[in-house]
T-cell receptor
Framework: DIQMTQSPSSLSASVGDRVTITCQAS??????LNWYQQKPGKAPKFLIY???SLDTGVPSRFSGSGSGTHFNFTINNLQPEDSATYYC?????????FGQGTKVEIK | QLHMQESGSGLVKPSQTLSLTCAVS??????????WSWIRQPPGKGLEWIGY?????????NQSLKSRVTISVDRSKNQFSLKLNSVTAADTAVYYC???FGSGPQDWGPGTLVTVSS
């Protein structure tokens, strides 16, 4: 099975900051990667697919990049409502795996 | 607008079978191309994919759970179901159903907490 390693596990940043989360795959997954946002007590929300394409209605301050085994997720101009846990998820070979999650807190 | 709602027993005894149903409204479960999936999240922990099924009936499961899991579709009721047998305390989690594609879940239900305890 493909393993996904996310880092950091948590971070704290100020409003207006730029934050970056990394996701590393144990095998080459091309660009078969999604990103999700989850707020406490809520279901995850789909943000980005194919590593870098924003889902409809997702603010442009969110972005994704990468291919192969190394991927980044960036929030530019961090907003208070961005406080959440973010997960990567790979979909190579018909099986899915989630990363462990990164908790983003606002200072 | 698509709406999905999980239902089932919130308390299951160890060694018994966990059964959940996801009712789908605002869309047909027979629509081509979609996957209907189950994902779970133990309290305070991350997301774990359980499995998914296509409208055609083809299904794919997490290898670590495969021997205990069955996902099925009931087109007449526009719903799909999860059965997980021989449960232990480690199966205590919030269980989510979701619609998506082979690439992953996109539209999620609100989730339902299932506790395994005697």
């Amino acid at each position: 099975d493909i393993q996904m390693t996310q880092s950091p596990s948590s971070l704290s940043a100020s409003v207006g900051d730029r934050v970056t989360i990394t996701c590393q795959a144990s095998h080459d997954i091309r660009n078969f990667l999604n990103w999700y946002q989850q707020k406490p007590g809520k279901a995850p929300k789909f943000l980005i697919y194919d590593a870098s394409s924003l889902d409809t209605g997702v603010p442009s301050r969110f972005s994704g990049s990468g291919s192969g085994t190394h991927f980044n997720f960036t929030i530019n101009n961090l907003q208070p409502e961005d406080s959440a846990t973010y997960y990567c998820q790979q979909y190579d070979n018909l099986r899915w795996t989630f990363g462990q999650g990164t908790k983003v807190e606002i200072k | 607008q698509l709406h999905m709602q999980e239902s089932g027993s919130g308390l299951v005894k160890p060694s018994q079978t966990l059964s959940l149903t996801c009712a789908v409204s605002g869309g047909s479960i027979s629509s081509g191309g979609y996957t209907w999936s189950w994902i779970r999240q133990p309290p305070g922990k991350g997301l774990e994919w359980i499995g998914y099924i296509y409208y055609s009936g083809s299904s794919y499961y997490n290898q670590s759970l495969k021997s205990r899991v069955t996902i099925s579709v009931d087109r007449s009721k526009n719903q799909f179901s999860l059965k997980l047998n021989s449960v232990t305390a480690a199966d205590t989690a919030v269980y989510y159903c979701a619609r998506g594609f082979g690439s992953g879940p996109q539209d999620w239900g609100p989730g339902t907490l299932v506790t395994v305890s005697s």
